[in-house]
């Protein structure tokens, strides 16, 4: 056990735990941040994605020591009321079926759009390769993703 100490959502936690323990146990069980899902555990279908620096990483695979040092952005930590441009896009093409991928497809989308502001369908399509949705809402997915980026360049 070591005490890791992470930014998470802004605030400062410590946490003993195993350094190899992945980010998505530490939130979900240490810190009980549990809008991040497990899915495949191996990284492939992007229910656990997280911003690590602004970037979307898969948090089932990371260990707690590489986010040391890191700005860590969960979905609970990108607006306080629901606001971002994604959320509110994805409530307007009514994109959510089951729910269960959600949070990992909206940060994946978040931080495309940080990214790239104005992004083309096929940039859309790459950069949510590996986020599965077993509902298969990706038309919908993707409609909310041009919403989200019109709404931010307005």
């Known amino acids: 056990m070591a005490a890791i100490i992470l930014n998470v959502n802004g605030k400062k936690q410590t946490v003993d735990v195993d350094p190899k323990t992945p980010m998505l146990w530490v939130l979900r069980d240490h810190l009980k941040l549990v809008g991040t899902k497990y899915g495949c555990g191996i990284a492939q279908c992007g229910a656990c994605t997280i911003h690590i ?15 040391e040092n890191k700005v860590i ?22 994109v959510p079926q089951c729910g269960y991928c959600q949070a990992g497809q909206i940060m994946s989308a978040a931080a495309l759009l940080n990214e790239n502001p104005n992004p083309s369908d096929e940039q859309i ?21 041009k919403t989200a980026a019109n709404s931010k360049s307005n």
């Open 53 to 67: 620096d602004g970037t979307a990483v898969r948090s089932c695979q990371l260990p707690a020591t590489a986010a």
């Open 73 to 94: 952005t969960t979905i609970e930590g990108l607006s306080e009321n629901g606001d971002h441009p994604v959320q509110k896009a994805w409530l307007e093409h009514d």
């Open 125 to 145: 399509v790459s950069a949510m390769n590996g986020n599965i949705c077993r509902c298969g809402t990706y038309t919908r997915i993707k409609a909310a993703i």
